[in-house]
T-cell receptor, first 108, second 115 residues
Framework: AQSVSQHNHHVILSEAASLELGCNYS??????LFWYVQYPGQHLQLLLK??????LVKGIKGFEAEFIKSKFSFNLRKPSVQWSDTAEYFC??????FGSGTRLSIRP | NAGVTQTPKFQVLKTGQSMTLQCAQD?????MSWYRQDPGMGLRLIHY???????DQGEVPNGYNVSRSTTEDFPLRLLSAAPSQTSVYFC??????????????FGPGTRLTVT
């Protein structure tokens, strides 16, 4: 069965710290992968996406993600987080499957 | 473009009442879906549609009905509301090609409380 796992449920960081949120998927075929962000009180917005080609994809607001096919992973990274990055982050597989989300809290 | 719109934004129902959550998109997307979001459970797919006249069940379809008579609209009906259906509901749409979905565009959500 297809699935997406996000093992970090809640991550707390200080401003300027580096961020890496894990995402692993289970699907044997070709995939499109996404990261969405949900700021407090808002709806989900696309952060970045991977369809094919360069496995390192860059998104908005300084976020990037690396697709590692051998590890079935698509981890989200940001070198230096800001307080405004406080949000919930969802990894998704194009087969309409979402991970359970990771809540990111940034200490000012 | 208005994108994906949902109405109402908030709703309180009594157990046993029925209602319809409206969703519309103006991007000519074939694919539309309904999710519910509950704390600690992420987004769970209720129903989806790959085009007008075609709907299918997602992960948690019980207690909900959908129809897709036009490309633009995808209403979600609660047949007999239960407290377990208290949640935030999101509608989304996406362009799809050859079986792949591109990014989904989400509506602002409907916060439903069933007492």
């Amino acid at each position: 069965a297809q699935s997406v796992s996000q093992h970090n449920h809640h991550v707390i960081l200080s401003e300027a710290a580096s961020l890496e949120l894990g995402c692993n998927y289970s699907y044997g075929g070709t995939v499109n992968l996404f990261w969405y962000v949900q700021y407090p009180g808002q709806h989900l917005q696309l952060l970045l996406k991977y369809f094919s080609g360069d496995p390192l994809v860059k998104g908005i607001k300084g976020f990037e993600a690396e697709f590692i096919k051998s590890k079935f992973s698509f981890n989200l990274r940001k070198p230096s987080v800001q307080w405004s990055d406080t949000a919930e982050y969802f990894c998704a597989l194009d087969k309409i499957i979402f991970g359970s989300g990771t809540r990111l809290s940034i200490r000012p | 473009n208005a994108g994906v719109t949902q109405t109402p934004k908030f709703q309180v129902l009594k157990t046993g009442q029925s209602m319809t959550l409206q969703c519309a998109q103006d991007m000519n997307h074939e694919y539309m879906s309904w999710y519910r979001q509950d704390p600690g459970m992420g987004l769970r797919l209720i129903h989806y549609s790959v085009g007008a006249g075609i709907t299918d069940q997602g992960e948690v379809p019980n207690g909900y009905n959908v129809s897709r008579s036009t490309t633009e609209d995808f209403p979600l009906r609660l047949l007999s509301a239960a407290p377990s259906q208290t949640s935030v509901y999101f509608c989304a749409s996406s362009y799809s090609s050859r079986g792949f979905l591109y990014e989904q565009y989400f509506g602002p959500g409907t916060r439903l409380t069933v007492t």
